[in-house]
């Protein structure tokens, strides 16, 4: 994945939200995998969550936190953002929506809207994360993100998913991801806002 610090060059750049911030996340680790796996001229560029103070709107009536500002102006540098998420009890964990809040701050400068969007959601267990996937759409409705419906990606048996080596270890995974890709790269081309 590119820093982010890079302009966006030819094509697309996604910033990419993992929804775990511990250490060892399979979710990281899928969603660094996955950017083996893009089409040419899609770029993916993680975004980082874990600074971000709890959203606050007593924040907002100041200079905001430094991590604040960096986050939206990281989001505005993107043409597109992709989620890639476990699930907490059967939501989206706390440090992602928790970027969504910041992100989506103060009222009328929302840095998420018109910029399309893709989710990836995934769990040891068999729904494969459904919860969360489904409540973080419920968010980027507001937060007016086009975001793609079809393919869906719900991975089950996330436990399962990597090699030692943080490779995929099932090619049924993989292409299903690739396709993901794919799709989401011609997603992101026909939603993409034009610049301001
Ligand atoms: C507080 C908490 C709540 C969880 N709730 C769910 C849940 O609702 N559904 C689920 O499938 N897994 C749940 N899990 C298990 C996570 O899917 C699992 O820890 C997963 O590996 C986290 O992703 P990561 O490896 O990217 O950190 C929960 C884990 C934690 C710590």
């Not at 991801?177 to 992101?188: K, M």
């Amino acid at each position: 994945m590119s820093d982010s610090t890079s302009p966006a060059t030819d094509g697309f750049t996604a910033g990419v939200l993992v929804g775990s911030i511990r250490r060892d996340s399979v979710s990281r680790k899928v969603a660094t995998a996955m950017a083996g796996l893009v089409p040419a001229g899609l770029t993916l560029r993680p975004l980082r969550i874990d600074d971000l103070p709890l959203y606050d709107e007593d924040l907002d009536d100041g200079p905001p936190p430094a991590p604040w500002a960096r986050f939206r102006a990281e989001v505005r540098a993107v043409d597109a953002i992709l989620f890639v998420t476990p699930e907490y009890n059967r939501s989206v964990p706390a440090p992602l929506k928790n970027a969504v809040d910041v992100g989506s701050a103060p009222h009328g400068r929302n840095v998420f809207a018109g910029r399309p969007a893709g989710i990836v959601s995934l769990s040891p267990g068999r729904m494969g994360a459904f919860g969360a996937n489904h409540h973080l759409r419920q968010s980027l409705v507001f937060l007016d993100m086009p975001t793609m419906q079809q393919p869906e990606a719900y991975l089950g048996g996330s436990d399962e998913m990597l090699g030692t080596d943080g490779t995929l270890r099932s090619d049924a995974v993989r292409e299903l991801l690739t396709g993901f890709l794919t799709a989401f790269d011609v997603w992101v081309a026909g939603h993409v806002a034009v610049p301001a």
